[in-house]
């Protein structure tokens, strides 16, 4: 069920001729998560759901960003040179609201995109497989 404000998104996007910012991602089951979806901190949340937490091989790097320019919280996680044949980079965006007031979260959707390695597909963030 969308919530209002994707549904306000979704129409100011549209009235401008543009596409929401989520079509750019593949959604993910919600009900696949293994961790927590609700608490007082939303990139804790993003990361414990998303995050790499072991170290990586090569020059794996994990970013998070938290955008609260708005009532509900983006978190953007990115992990680049992934030590995968096929997939080079992966981001996450993590959407939250606010429970019944702004001292809990709750997750209320989460897509994923990739960019693939040198001959394996797009070198741009997509949603489509790398080979």
């Known amino acids: 069920m969308k ?8 129409a100011v996007s549209a009235a401008l001729g543009m596409m929401p910012l989520i079509d750019n991602y593949s959604a993910i ?10 608490g007082s901190n939303p990139r804790e949340i993003a990361i414990a759901a998303f995050g790499i937490q072991e170290p990586q091989e090569g020059n794996f790097q994990q970013t998070v960003t938290v ?4 009532p509900q919280q983006v978190v953007t996680i990115t992990q680049n040179n992934l030590p995968d044949d096929s997939v080079r980079d992966v981001r996450y965006r993590v959407e939250f609201e606010p429970v019944t007031n702004q001292s809990q979260w709750r997750m209320v959707w989460a ?7 040198q001959g394996r597909g797009s070198q741009d963030w997509t949603t489509e497989s790398c080979l």
Do not use: M, P, V
Request: aromatic residues 4%.
């Open 67 to 70: 955008d609260e320019s708005n």
């Open 3 to 10: 919530s209002k404000g994707k549904l306000a998104l979704f």
């Open 29 to 38: 089951d919600l009900e696949q998560i293994n961790a927590d979806l609700t």
């Open 111 to 117: 897509g994923r995109q990739q960019r693939c390695q």
